[in-house]
Nanobody, 124 residues
Framework: EVQLQASGGGLVQAGGSLRLSCAASGFIFDDYSIAWYRQAPGKEREGILCNSSREGITYYSDSVKGRFAISSDSSKNTVYLQMNSLTGEDTAVYYC?????????????????WGQGTEVTVSS
């Protein structure tokens, strides 16, 4: 059974950092494209990062470019979202997704599996 487990959310002060984790079971992350999306209260889900490790390509939305980065630990089959210089605009529930393709995909509908979401709150 394919599962994604997102974790690491919490309360952080503006200007601080947080690292989210997305652990996979039932498949190997390296063979999939990975995305992080977020949904702020009252707003639509926003794609903030999409990655294809096979292509070596990462897409960042303008809202997080230069502040957020993806990394991975193959031994743990886990990807991470490092978030720096956080602001109140980053307050949201964050979701990781996986697409059964080696190629970069940036549309949410192309992702086959989603984690349950982890909540991030940035206080001013």
């Amino acid at each position: 059974e394919v599962q994604l487990q997102a974790s690491g959310g919490g309360l952080v002060q503006a200007g601080g950092s947080l690292r989210l984790s997305c652990a996979a079971s039932g498949f190997i992350f390296d063979d999939y494209s990975i995305a992080w999306y977020r949904q702020a209260p009252g707003k639509e889900r926003e794609g903030i990062l999409c990655n294809s490790s096979r292509e070596g390509i990462t897409y960042y939305s303008d809202s997080v470019k230069g502040r957020f980065a993806i990394s991975s630990d193959s031994s743990k089959n886990t990807v991470y979202l490092q978030m720096n210089s956080l602001t109140g605009e980053d307050t949201a529930v964050y979701y990781c997704g996986a697409a059964e393709t080696l190629f970069l995909v940036t549309s949410a509908r192309d992702y086959d599996y989603w984690g349950q979401g982890t909540e991030v709150t940035v206080s001013s």
